[in-house]
């Protein structure tokens, strides 16, 4: 089984919808991060957390929103999708200072 | 902040060959350099790394090299396979945490049997 897992793997939505993506980690790892990977721009990193009570906003926040339900979920939430939010999403985890993200399969997001 | 560039952005090589893969970063505090490498269908999975008091570093084909003067770095994997064919990302980071990473744009890599 895979040490960060995240669901749906691909999702094709509406643009004004609410949809949530998920990420749940077996790693026991504090530290969590949502990044979106759009051709010819790399990874950016939309939000972190480095611990249940910690929510703290990345490069390109706009528009998005999360979670930390427990120390091994973190959700990502686009309250009113926009097409321009269609790209792929990663969920990735930290352990402590180390610098190494460790990241999960990846959610394809479709806003039409 | 921190602006990393990569170069090129994609790149066939013969099985065999060797592949270069270069990076640029602005930020002269920098001081931690991975590379990344992610598979069709997978997350990014980091292959190796490179810390600012090393000129060099290698595992088996693959080897990094960084220029502090000139603020680049590189990757080269000798000896190409089919299974190296994927996306290669350089980051840098001054301050530890992932959440400090900056990342390039991505290389994909074409290995030809």
């Known amino acids: 089984d895979a040490d960060v897992t995240q669901t749906p793997r691909n999702r094709i939505t509406k643009t004004g919808k609410r949809i949530m993506l998920e990420c749940s980690q077996t790693?026991?790892?504090?530290?969590m991060y949502w990044y979106r990977q759009d051709p010819g721009l790399g990874l950016r990193l939309i939000y972190y957390?480095?611990?249940?009570?910690?929510?703290n906003k990345g490069e390109i926040s706009d528009g998005y929103s999360v979670s930390r339900q427990a120390q091994a979920k973190f959700s990502l939430a686009l309250e009113s999708a926009i097409p321009n939010q269609t790209a792929l999403y990663f969920c990735?985890?930290?352990?402590?200072?180390?610098?190494?993200?460790?990241f999960g399969q990846g959610t394809r997001l479709t806003v039409v | 902040g921190e602006n990393v560039e990569q170069h090129p952005s994609t790149l066939s090589v013969q099985e065999g060959d060797s592949a270069v893969i270069k990076c640029t970063y602005s930020?002269?505090?920098?001081?931690?350099f991975p590379w990344y490498k992610q598979e069709l269908g997978k997350g990014p999975q980091l292959i190796i790394d490179i810390r600012s008091n090393v000129g060099e570093k290698k595992d088996q084909r693959i080897a990094v090299t960084l220029n502090k003067t000139a603020k680049h770095f590189s990757l080269h994997i000798t000896e190409t396979q089919p299974e190296d064919s994927a996306v290669y990302f350089c980051?840098?980071?001054?301050?530890?945490?992932?959440?400090?990473?900056?990342f390039g744009t991505g290389t994909r890599l074409t290995v030809i049997p």
């Open positions: 930020d002269s505090a920098s001081n931690y």
């Open positions: 790693k026991g790892h504090d530290r």
């Open positions: 957390s480095f611990d249940v009570k910690d929510i």
């Open positions: 990735a985890t930290g352990g402590g200072s180390n610098t190494e993200a460790f």
């Open positions: 980051a840098a980071s001054k301050r530890a945490g992932a959440n400090n990473l900056f």
